[in-house]
């Protein structure tokens, strides 16, 4: 998090949010991680065990300390406990995932039928790729429509991202937050500036393998939880009403085991 930030460099709690969920007639949320500590994952959990609508946790753990696998058990057992994320989009190696020595990590969290949340950027996109074809049978979500580079937009980038978010859809199981995209945006992040990308996600994923995210608090650089929700249901407002549920609800409930 950027250091004495207005907005990010505070705490933020469940009441936070609580006024915005019920305008928005959400009643159950999805709680990630955002520091690399398993210190974190637990005080995240404790939230989730105070707050009746936190219906799940995505952690982390060290993928690259074997040691840490005493950990993802033991958080395993925690009824509210999803699965992790590393994060991997501020790491310097982008080949990162694919060493041989964080492979352990994903095999356990198969063994353990835990999710696996994959947050980088495009350049990430063919890694991914051969991540997830390397384990077909692990649970993964691509974490805000892995962040298209809205500020150095062009016919090249573009492309280059959809045709990779096109082979994660066609080769994997992977479902895909429709998320951050607002935060990704420079200062236009109007239905007409977002489209592009929306419609590009929900041609090659479907409905039935897209959720839609907050990415609450850190949208608040942008605009307010409402403000993005609203946008949000605009640019899906050409789904009918089975498919409009399973982004906004069905997708995550099912994807997360969310009862």
Known sequence: MPENDTVLSRPYFPVNLGSALISAGVSKTVLVQAAPSVEETEYLLGIADATE?????????????????????????????????????????????????????????????????????????????TLLRRYPTMRAVIDHCMKPQFREHSDDNFEYWANGMAALAADTTAFCKLSGLVTEADSDWSVSALRPYTDQVLNVFGAS???????????????????????????????????????????????????
């Open 53 to 129: 609508h936190v219906a799940k946790v995505v952690g982390w753990i060290n993928f690259e300390d074997p040691s840490h696998h005493k950990h993802l058990q033991r958080f395993a057992a925690h009824p509210k406990f999803a699965g992790v994320r590393p994060m991997i989009q501020d790491l310097e190696d982008d080949n990162w995932m694919l060493r041989d020595e964080v492979q352990w990590a994903y095999q356990a969290i198969i063994d353990l039928d835990l999710t696996f949340d994959c947050l980088g950027f495009p350049r990430h996109l063919k890694n991914f790729h």
């Open 209 to 259: 393998r897209i959720m839609w995210g907050s990415d609450w608090p850190v949208v608040r650089l942008k605009c307010e939880y409402d403000n993005w929700f609203s946008l949000a249901q605009e640019l899906t407002s050409e789904l009918s009403a089975e498919d409009s549920t399973r982004v906004f609800s069905g997708s995550a409930t099912d994807f997360y085991r969310i009862t």
